[in-house]
């Protein structure tokens, strides 16, 4: 049975050995973990379900201008207080690509593609 990969909550005790364990695979982070898979005894992978929340948006480009946006911005953080980080994917054309940098929020540089299932 150690052979199938099994699935179990994540433990804090867990971060040293999947840390070590993704970056012996050239596996760049580990965000947020929620459960953690496991296969011959070891770490060999995890998932992060849920634990950060995701803002998703549109603005009217001609209608809504930057001190609006900031007013939304503030409501966003407002909103997600209670959360010490969340998520802001931003098309590239998107005028918040000037703001949240000014706000603080750090670009994730890495390139991902971003699946819905819909």
């Known amino acids: 049975m150690d052979n199938i990969v099994q699935i179990r909550p994540y433990d804090p005790k867990d971060w040293e050995e999947l ?3 993704a970056a012996e695979d ?3 982070g580990i965000y ?3 459960v953690v898979s496991i296969k011959d005894g070891k770490i060999v992978g995890y998932l992060s379900i849920a634990q950060v929340p995701m803002v998703l948006c549109w603005q009217h480009s001609q209608k809504v201008g930057p001190l609006d946006s900031v007013r ?3 409501y966003v953080e407002g ?8 998520c802001f994917p931003c098309d590239p ?8 940098p000014k ?5 994730y540089t890495r ?8």
């Open 79 to 86: 909103a997600l207080s209670q959360y010490k980080h969340f």
């Open 111 to 118: 390139l991902v593609k971003l699946y819905i299932k819909e």
């Open 103 to 107: 706000a603080g929020y750090s670009e």
């Open 19 to 21: 840390k070590n364990n």
């Open 26 to 28: 050239n596996h760049g």
């Open 93 to 100: 054309e998107s005028p918040y690509n000037r703001l949240l």
């Open 32 to 34: 947020y973990p929620s």
């Open 72 to 74: 939304l911005l503030g």
